[in-house]
C-alpha cells in the first residue's frame, strides 16, 4: 500500500464555519496561498451553491493558486453539483466534493428515505459531478455512526460510478479511535472496488478525539486526511492539520509521509488566528503559546541539560526560533543561572544561591520575572538597565470617516517624548507613534485580545510577542480601555530588549 498521505485542507470551508470568523475574497486567498506554501494537496475551497461571496471565493482562489487541488463542496443535488463545476472552470486541479448521509439517524430522520434510495442518489451525484471533473469525492455523511455493511455497500457503489476518494466522515465526532480504525479497515477488507480510490478520514473533535480517530483511519489504510489549521471548525473543531502532520514526523517507525513543509507550521496558525479573530490557546499542541515553553525547574533543568529530555519536537521544525525558560515561583536555579548568562551576568555559586533565595520571594509575589527585576537582584547598577518606558498620555481619534490617529506621551528615563502618527485602526496608530519615539526596530509577531470578564465594561486583556534582532520579547496588560491595554503591553515587550 502506498504510504503517502495527502493533506485535505477544509479550513476555508468546515473552519470558517466558526460563528463570527468569516472571511472575506481577499482574506481567503491569503490564506489559500499560505496553504499552498505550506504544502497542502487539497484546498477546500467553499461550498458555492451556499452563497455569492463563497462562489466567488472558490473562483479567486482557483485563479491565485496553482499546485494545490481546489476542491468545492455540493450536496447530491444536481444544482449544487452545476454551480460548483462552474466555481472551478479557472481551477487547474479541480475536485467536486459531494455526498449525502448514511446513517440511520440522516437516513429516517433527517433525509426521509430509506437505504435503497440513498445508494441511488449517491451513484447519480457522483456520475453527475463525473460529466464535469474527473476528480470526484464521495462524502457518506455520519459515517462514524453508519453501519459498516450498508456503508461498504455505498462505497462500493459510488467507486463504480467513478469516484476516486471516498471520505469517511465521524461528523458528529461520536466514534473511538479503535471503532473508527476498524471501520476503516471493514471497508479495506470487503470493498471489492477499494484500490480504484483513496479513502479519507474527516473527524470532529466533539470529544476530543478528532486527532486520534484520524490517525487510526491512517494506520488502518486511509490514505487522506481533512484537517483545519488550528484544528477550528464547527462546534468542538476538525482534526488539527499540524497534529497529525507532526505526529507523522515524530513517529516516522509508521512510515506514512506528507508532502507539509513543517516549518511554515507557526506562521500558518498565526495568519489563521489573526484573520478569523480566533486565538489559539495557549496550551494547544504545536502552536500553542506554551507548546515550547517550560516553568517547572525540573523540566528546565533537563532541557537546559538536552532539548530531547523534554521536547519531542524540534522548535525549529514548526517555524518557533526556540523554546522558552519561563521564570516562575517554580524555576530552579538551572533556570535563573540561564537568564543571567543570557544578561552577561556572572555569579559564582555562592552569589547565586543568595540571588536565588531572593528570586523565589519575590516570584511568589509576582507573575512576570523581567529582566530589569534580575539585574536587581543581582545587585546590578541602574545604568546596566534598560531604559524604563513608562505611558504618559494618550489620546486616539477614529471613527468612519476619519483617518486614524494617535497621539501619545512616553516617559522615558524621567523625561517625557510626544510623538502622533496615523495608521490602519487606533491600535496601529498608537503603535506606530511608539516606535517613533522608542528608536528600536522592532517586528510585531503576536497580538491577541482576549475578554475577562463579560458587559459593557469588560476588561481587556493583551497578549503581544516581538521579534528585535532574532530574539523574542513578550508583554502583557489588562484594561477596560483596549487601545491602552494595547499600548502597555507593546511597551512591556519593548522594556526587555537588551
Known amino acids: 500500500m502506498n504510504n503517502r498521505v495527502y493533506i485535505f485542507d477544509t479550513t476555508l470551508r468546515d473552519g470558517e464555519q466558526v460563528p463570527g470568523c468569516q472571511l472575506n475574497t481577499i482574506e481567503k486567498i491569503e490564506v489559500a496561498r499560505k496553504l499552498e506554501a505550506l504544502g497542502v494537496d487539497v484546498i477546500e475551497a467553499g461550498f458555492p451553491i451556499s452563497s455569492p461571496g463563497d462562489f466567488k471565493s472558490v473562483v479567486e482562489i482557483s485563479k491565485a493558486v496553482c499546485e494545490p487541488v481546489i476542491c468545492a463542496l455540493t450536496r447530491a443535488v444536481e444544482k449544487d453539483i452545476e454551480v460548483a463545476a462552474d466555481s472551478l472552470k479557472y481551477a487547474r486541479r479541480k475536485r467536486i466534493h459531494t455526498g449525502i448521509g448514511t446513517s440511520p439517524y440522516h437516513i429516517y430522520n433527517k433525509l426521509k428515505s430509506t437505504p435503497e434510495e440513498i445508494i441511488e442518489r449517491a451513484k447519480a451525484a457522483v456520475k453527475y459531478a463525473k460529466k464535469y471533473v474527473e476528480d470526484v469525492e464521495f462524502y457518506a455523511e455520519d459515517a462514524g455512526r453508519s453501519e459498516n455493511e450498508f456503508l461498504a455497500k455505498v462505497v462500493e457503489a459510488v467507486i463504480a460510478a467513478g469516484a476516486t476518494v471516498v471520505n469517511i466522515p465521524d461528523t458528529t465526532g461520536y466514534c473511538l479511535p479503535e471503532e473508527y480504525g476498524a471501520k476503516i479497515k471493514y471497508l479495506c477488507e470487503h470493498v471489492s472496488n477499494i484500490d480504484k480510490a483513496i479513502l479519507s478520514t474527516h473527524c470532529h473533535n466533539d470529544l476530543g478525539m478528532a486527532t486520534a480517530n484520524s490517525l487510526s483511519g491512517l494506520i488502518n489504510g486511509a490514505r487522506q486526511v481533512e484537517v483545519t489549521m488550528n484544528g477550528i ?28 513543509q513543517t516549518e511554515h507550521i507557526y506562521e500558518t496558525s498565526r495568519l489563521v488566528s489573526r484573520l478569523m479573530r480566533m486565538p489559539v490557546q495557549s496550551n494547544k499542541a504545536i502552536v500553542g503559546r506554551n507548546a515550547f515553553a517550560h516553568s517547572s525547574g525540573i523540566h528546565q533543568d533537563g532541557v537546559l541539560k538536552s532539548r530531547e529530555n523534554y521536547e519531542i519536537i524540534d522548535p525549529k521544525d514548526v517555524g518557533i526560533n526556540e523554546s522558552t525558560i519561563v521564570l516562575t515561583a517554580r524555576s530552579g536555579r538551572a533556570a535563573l543561572k540561564h537568564h543571567m548568562d543570557l544578561l552577561n551576568i556572572e555569579l559564582d555559586n555562592d552569589e547565586l544561591n543568595e540571588v536565588y533565595d531572593k528570586f523565589l520571594k519575590l516570584a511568589d509575589s509576582k507573575k512576570d520575572i523581567t529582566d530589569d527585576d534580575l539585574y536587581i537582584l543581582a545587585g546590578v547598577k541602574r545604568a546596566h538597565l534598560n531604559r524604563n518606558i513608562k505611558l504618559e498620555h494618550l489620546q486616539v481619534v477614529c471613527g468612519q470617516s476619519t483617518i486614524p490617529m494617535a497621539t501619545v506621551t512616553l516617559n522615558i528615563e524621567g523625561e517625557s517624548f510626544t510623538s502622533s502618527a496615523t495608521g490602519n485602526g487606533p491600535i496601529n496608530a498608537a503603535f506606530s507613534a511608539v516606535k517613533q519615539l522608542i528608536q528600536k526596530k522592532v517586528n510585531l509577531e503576536e497580538f491577541l485580545i482576549q475578554a475577562i470578564t463579560r458587559g459593557s465594561n469588560d476588561l481587556g486583556k493583551v497578549h503581544i510577542q516581538v521579534e528585535n534582532k532574532g530574539s523574542i520579547y513578550y508583554g502583557f496588560s489588562a484594561n477596560t480601555d483596549i487601545v491602552t491595554a494595547s499600548v502597555e503591553a507593546f511597551l512591556d515587550a519593548i522594556s526587555k530588549i537588551r
Open 233 to 260: 471548525g464547527e462546534r468542538a473543531g476538525n482534526t488539527s492539520l499540524e497534529e497529525i502532520v507532526m505526529i507523522l514526523k515524530c513517529r516516522s517507525h509508521l512510515n506514512l509521509q506528507t508532502a507539509i
